[in-house]
């Protein structure tokens, strides 16, 4: 069969492409001849696998998107109008829609350079600032490596607030001994296209506190107990504000095939990962972001990123060579809805135009990161 990556003809390597497996293109199409293809079992069985495999005691609850899974999450922790959460100036804009769904405000902290994931250090500094406003902690994972729970853990400890964890990125990573997913209160998984596990678009939340689990299916589903509806004693009273944010049982063919598949597809851009990191080795004028794992933490290598001072004409040296790149995510300050550019986030300032993200998705070859490496190698 044809590597997508170049199958347009022009061998041009690009920066995403979905990866499905054919057993999981199977087992959608054998659903789509169930009389179940909404939410049906097969949704719970999907949760249960995924308790088994990811979240252990920590409850699954599949949705229809990782934006909802943390809007889902936003509400369990009672996030209310008015209130402040504080989450990383560097992530997909989506991580925050949820908060302002809430009506609640994002106070902005800066991302650690070596990771760009939150630096725990300008949190403990914003909580001694403005401390008692402050609701939550968003974590999150950026490009599949987790942050620094050993510090955020006790700073949320401290104040009393859940840490709510955006692993959109980090299906299958681990962080000393502990699988993401059952760390924080709250954590929040994408199977949207091009993410290690697809399901065409879906998402699933985990919860610590097993007595949100029948809130948190109401609230996905109308705020509607569906369970008490097909077993005939529903009453015609809806007591909160739901949302259509339930899985399908087509989405759920595909996960629970996906999850069958994990190890497999994380070992694979493990390697894709390490092809880079030795083929950047030594190279002057670029910087690979988590170069350097440690060895109790397990990344799940969903992005490989770059520093460069010159990262247009790298991009743009890269593409006369047919590779894409790009920066992927922006910091997210600078969208107005978010109230605007902060000034107290120096290591976001310095790598703001300065990241950018190389082709690794599971069509990539190793022998493909070697020819991306040799054009880098060659200069821009």
């Known amino acids: 069969m044809d590597n997508p990556s170049t199958s347009s003809g022009q061998d041009k390597i690009v920066l995403f492409h979905p990866y499905l497996s054919e057993s999981a293109k199977n087992r959608a199409r054998l659903q789509m001849d169930n009389r179940w293809i909404g939410e049906g079992p097969l949704v719970e069985e999907f949760e249960k696998k995924f308790e088994n495999r990811i979240s252990g005691k920590h409850r699954a609850i599949a949705v229809n998107s990782g934006t909802s899974a943390l809007h889902l999450a936003y509400i369990l922790a009672g996030i209310k109008e008015g209130e402040e959460v504080i989450g990383s100036v560097f992530t997909c804009s989506a991580s925050y829609s949820g908060i302002l769904y809430q009506g609640a405000k994002m106070v902005f902290a800066d991302i650690e350079k070596d990771t760009m994931n939150i630096d725990p250090n300008h949190v403990e500094e914003?909580?001694?600032?403005?401390?008692?406003r402050i609701k939550a902690i968003i974590a999150v994972d950026y490009a599949g490596m987790p942050c620094n729970y050993d510090r955020l853990l006790p700073i949320a400890k401290k104040w009393n607030v859940p840490i709510i964890e955006d692993a959109a990125q980090a299906i299958g990573a681990t962080y000393k001994g502990k699988r993401v997913g059952e760390i924080c209160q709250y954590t929040a998984f994408s199977f949207q296209a091009v993410k290690t596990i697809t399901t065409g678009d879906g998402g699933m939340l985990t919860i610590e506190d097993p007595m949100q689990e029948e809130q948190a299916k109401r609230i996905r589903w109308f705020g509607i107990d569906r369970k008490a509806k097909f077993e005939d004693r529903w009453k015609q009273d809806i007591w909160e504000v739901g949302f259509k944010y339930q899985m399908t049982s087509i989405e759920a063919a595909m996960g629970i095939e996906g999850l069958n598949e994990l190890d497999d597809l994380i070992e694979?851009?493990?390697?894709r990962f390490e092809a880079y990191k030795k083929g950047l080795e030594g190279i002057p004028g670029?910087?690979?972001?988590?170069?350097?794992?440690?060895?109790?933490i397990e990344s799940s290598y969903w992005l490989c990123t770059v520093e460069t001072e010159s990262r247009e004409a790298l991009k743009k040296k890269l593409l006369e060579n047919n590779i894409e790149s790009n920066?992927?995510?922006?910091?997210?300050?600078?969208?107005?809805v978010y109230g605007g550019r902060v000034y107290n986030c120096p290591n976001m300032d310095a790598l703001e135009h300065k990241y950018l993200v190389l082709p690794m998705h599971h069509y990539v070859t190793e022998e493909q990161v070697a020819e991306i490496c040799s054009v880098i190698k060659s200069g821009w």
Do not use: M, S, T
């Open 327 to 336: 920066p992927v995510h922006y910091r997210a300050d600078r969208y107005k």
């Open 126 to 132: 914003l909580f001694k600032q403005q401390g008692e």
């Open 286 to 296: 670029i910087r690979l972001i988590n170069k350097d794992v440690p060895d109790n």
């Open 268 to 271: 694979g851009a493990k390697k």
